[in-house]
């Protein structure tokens, strides 16, 4: 094979054969493209699956028709009631009596839990507070349960409240009534909230709001009148 010159009279070799590979290399665009397109997939598979998974359990309580659960104040016992109050001094015995008092009360409440539902209900821990004439006395807590499906279950709390400070017009409202009328008016609030478990699902939660007023008599130590109220429905 000759070589040929160029015009300035140098020679040059045989030309060079061209490679027949070619090296290409992915650039950052294309791999951006590729992952976008992987987790549009994936977004839509779990919302496919999650709107499945959604009808499935709208059929299941559309079918069940889930009731609301009941929670009654079934019983309120007395286990101590005692009223203290400062001892009169000699320049104005009844002043200081009708301006300061203590009570201290311990009472045990019973709740009746009732699920009509053919499934099964979860209640999370229900707080309830004891009041006189607007004053917080003491709170009882009622720990969480799960209650079977077409079932009643008692539960108890106890509100213990030691020596809690009233003072004048309620203070005089309080013994009062303990001495002289032997009842005393007190009222029970609090919301229960419960959640209907469907297939192992637990549904959104229910609320159910606990009003009771109840009289005690501080001699008998006993109750002596009780009506509560759901909702703001009488029961």
């Given at each position: 094979?000759?070589?040929?010159a160029?015009?300035?009279?140098?020679?040059?070799?045989p030309?060079?054969?061209?490679s027949?590979?070619?090296?290409y290399?992915p650039?950052s665009?294309?791999s951006?493209?590729?992952?976008k397109?992987c987790?549009?997939?994936?977004?839509?598979?779990f919302?496919?699956?999650?709107?499945?998974?959604l009808?499935?359990?709208l059929?299941?309580?559309?079918?069940?028709k889930?009731?609301?659960?009941?929670f009654?104040l079934?019983q309120?016992?007395?286990q101590?009631?005692?009223?203290t109050t400062?001892?009169?001094?000699e320049t104005?015995?009844?002043?200081n009596?009708?301006?300061s008092?203590?009570?201290s009360?311990?009472i045990?409440?019973l709740f009746?839990a009732?699920?009509?539902?053919r499934?099964?209900?979860?209640?999370?821990?229900s707080?309830?507070?004891v009041?006189?004439?607007g004053?917080?006395?003491?709170?009882a807590?009622?720990?969480?349960f799960?209650?079977?499906a077409?079932?009643?279950?008692q539960?108890e709390a106890?509100?213990?409240?030691?020596?809690?400070?009233?003072?004048?017009?309620?203070?005089?409202?309080?013994?009062r009534?303990?001495?002289l009328?032997?009842?005393v008016?007190?009222?029970?609030?609090?919301?229960?909230?419960?959640?209907?478990r469907i297939l192992?699902?637990?549904s959104?939660?229910v609320?159910?709001?606990?009003?009771c007023?109840?009289?005690i008599s501080?001699?008998?130590?006993?109750?002596?009148?009780?009506?509560?109220?759901f909702d703001?429905?009488?029961?």
């Amino acid at each position: 094979m000759t070589s040929t010159a160029n015009v300035n009279g140098e020679h040059n070799g045989p030309p060079r054969p061209r490679s027949s590979r070619q090296q290409y290399y992915p650039t950052s665009s294309s791999s951006s493209a590729s992952f976008k397109g992987c987790c549009c997939c994936l977004f839509l598979l779990f919302s496919f699956l999650a709107l499945l998974v959604l009808a499935v359990v709208l059929v299941i309580v559309l079918a069940l028709k889930p009731k609301k659960p009941s929670f009654d104040l079934q019983q309120v016992g007395v286990q101590y009631m005692g009223i203290t109050t400062p001892n009169p001094s000699e320049t104005n015995p009844a002043a200081n009596a009708a301006t300061s008092a203590s009570l201290s009360l311990s009472i045990r409440m019973l709740f009746t839990a009732v699920n009509p539902n053919r499934v099964g209900i979860k209640y999370g821990e229900s707080r309830f507070t004891v009041m006189y004439r607007g004053i917080p006395l003491g709170k009882a807590s009622v720990p969480g349960f799960f209650q079977e499906a077409h079932s009643v279950r008692q539960v108890e709390a106890t509100v213990a409240v030691d020596r809690v400070n009233l003072l004048q017009a309620d203070a005089a409202s309080l013994v009062r009534d303990a001495s002289l009328n032997d009842r005393v008016e007190l009222r029970v609030l609090g919301d229960v909230g419960a959640k209907i478990r469907i297939l192992n699902f637990d549904s959104p939660g229910v609320q159910v709001s606990v009003d009771c007023a109840i009289v005690i008599s501080p001699r008998k130590q006993s109750l002596t009148y009780k009506q509560c109220g759901f909702d703001g429905l009488s029961v």
